[in-house]
């Protein structure tokens, strides 16, 4: 791994012992990437100097953005400035997106009226983001907190129940509120561990969540992948998968 160019590396942080990248990581591995996992968590430490990765993922997990307590947290926001300080591109994926947020100076915050998205929830192009959503798409939420829009930052996506779902700042540094590295397994893994809290205001029980991945997922992978390679992936990462070369 420390043979790879900057371009061929990702720095992925997990907020649980069991997170996988899932979906996120199988695009990214067919465009020759490799992987270094972070757990804070669990004892990992966080590299302050970023100059070897071309992507840094924070995904989400079952903690508050606000839980300063939480070693994860309190990790993550120390570290982030370095990322934020960087040329590094950033993806912070539910709680990875809130605490960016937080880190820029936005709130993160639960609905007055408790309402949450867990399950499948429209989220709709804002006039910013029409080149890279759809007027609306189904996506795959479990969150009872939302971030809002830091200083500097886009709106690309909103919906309904938390307006703010996507933003960027300068084309770096993204943050989305819903999970697309939910595949089928993940799915099923997060059903199975924490199937009993989906019934929370607004929340869909597994059944209709299985409804909903039969009936959506496809579409959104297909997202997924198409944002992937016009946000995420180095074009010269691109090129080299369709010559079927790795470069090192």
Known sequence: MNELSPVKRVLMVFNSATGQPGRVGAVLRRYGYEFDIRR??????LPTDMSGYHLAIVFGGPMS??????????QIMEWLPN???????????????QLMARHLGADVQPRADGMTEIGYYPVQATEAGTDLFPDEMMVYHWHSEGFGLPDGAQLMASGSVFPHQAYHIEGRIWGIQFHP???DETHERWLE????????????????????RAKYDAAFGAWFEGFATRVLIDQRAIVDASLGVCST
């Open 181 to 183: 590295e939910v595949d």
């Open 40 to 45: 804070p968590g669990e004892g990992d430490v």
């Open 83 to 97: 990322v934020a300080n960087s040329k590094v591109m950033y993806l912070g994926i539910c709680l990875g997106a």
């Open 193 to 212: 561990k924490a199937g009993d809290n989906t019934n929370r205001p607004n929340g869909q029980n597994p059944d209709q969540q299985r409804a909903g």
């Open 65 to 74: 953005a606000n839980d300063d307590h939480e070693v994860n947290v309190a």
